[in-house]
């Protein structure tokens, strides 16, 4: 006799409309949402440590001392991707293999000079002064004319790859735009063509109409799980008006989004009782002198875990194939963020 296999909870394909591509969701091989954990989670971190490279008064690997500083310091990579000290190569005009000179700016932004503190733990100005601080370095390299392009990106974790747990994101500064950010871009304009409309505007719109998956919202800046999440605990956050990139928003538009950052993040480190890792990249338009009227800028919360301990790996489909599947709905994901009680 055959098996009757259950199919009860969702599945279902949905259409990502700035990757422009399906993403599967099967929730039925996973049923049931994630309740919370219940032990605390204990941090024995000091708030300095005399081994760290980022620490204040410590000294890098390239031997410079780090300054005694005091809230956000930023400084050039010693290990730059990209960078001014990289060499000259022959460019090669073979039409399919090409090269060019591995030119850029990267930079570390330390958030704190506490080594045992998050961004989502610092205080509200204090973290707002991280985003102040980015804004800056966003307005400095809109003015290079080498710079193409800036992505902003921390990569919070151990299970992220981040061998430093020092608070810190990182900028690179590059000669071309990121791939993400030309897919965004290419449907953003399609989108213009076909229907006449912003489609980050028709985006917020949906979200913010359908309710269901909204996390977070203040007058400046809204986060959801979005209709179309890749990952099942992955979280957007827009300014609520439009701007192309961080370096032309006003300081109550930044402090909006740092509440809506620090209420979302919150959320994540209550249900996990974790510093919850993620990787958070600025999606933000190309720095060159064209115009990129449609492109809202937002960030983007990307956590591997879909459970304590278990994280969503990246196998045949996604790597294999190109597109992602999840066994998690978003409207579940959003509810279980939604229902966390933060005390402020
Ligand atoms: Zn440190």
């Not at 091989?29 to 994630?34: H, I, K, L, Q």
């Not at 601080?133 to 193409?148: G, K, S």
């Not at 989108?191 to 006449?196: A, G, N, T, V, W």
Request: charged share 25%; with cysteine.
């Amino acid at each position: 006799m055959q098996q009757k296999i259950d199919v009860r909870g969702h599945w279902e394909q949905r259409w990502h409309p700035l990757r422009q591509e399906w993403i599967v969701y099967a929730a039925h091989r996973n049923a049931r949402p994630w309740l919370g954990l219940t032990e605390e989670h204990q941090s024995n971190t000091p708030a300095y440590d005399p081994e760290c490279y980022l620490c204040p008064r410590n000294k890098r690997h390239n031997g410079k001392i780090n300054p005694d500083y005091k809230d956000t310091f930023i400084f050039d990579n010693d290990h730059p991707v990209v960078g001014d000290g990289a060499p000259d190569v022959s460019i090669s005009d073979d039409p399919l293999f090409r090269k060019r000179r591995a030119s850029g700016i990267a930079r570390v932004v330390c958030y704190d000079p506490r080594h045992n503190i998050t961004l989502t733990d610092m205080s509200f100005p204090e973290a707002t002064a991280v985003f102040l601080a980015l804004r800056t370095q966003m307005q400095e390299f809109r003015q290079n004319p080498e710079i193409q392009f800036v992505l902003i990106f921390e990569n919070k974790g151990e299970i992220v790859g981040t061998s430093n747990q020092h608070p810190h994101c990182q900028i690179y500064a590059t000669n071309f735009t990121f791939k993400n950010i030309e897919q965004e871009l290419a449907a953003s304009e399609a989108y213009r063509h076909d229907h006449r409309g912003n489609i980050f505007q028709s985006i917020l719109d949906f979200e913010q109409k359908d309710g269901a998956r909204i996390i977070a919202e203040n007058e400046h800046a809204i986060a959801f799980v979005p209709f179309f999440a890749q990952y099942a605990y992955e979280v957007w956050i827009f300014p609520k008006k439009r701007h192309a990139t961080l370096a032309t928003q006003s300081d109550e538009e930044l402090a909006g989004l740092v509440a809506a950052y620090q209420q979302v993040t919150r959320r994540y480190d209550r249900l996990f009782n974790m510093p919850f890792p993620y990787v958070m990249p600025f999606y933000q338009a190309p720095v060159d002198d064209r115009n990129y009227g449609d492109y809202h800028m937002h960030l983007v919360l990307l956590p591997p875990l879909r459970q304590p301990g278990i994280k969503k790996f990246l196998a045949g489909p996604e790597i294999g194939g190109g597109n992602f599947m999840a066994d998690t709905i978003p409207e579940e994901k959003a509810a279980e963020l939604q229902k966390i009680i933060l005390e402020d």
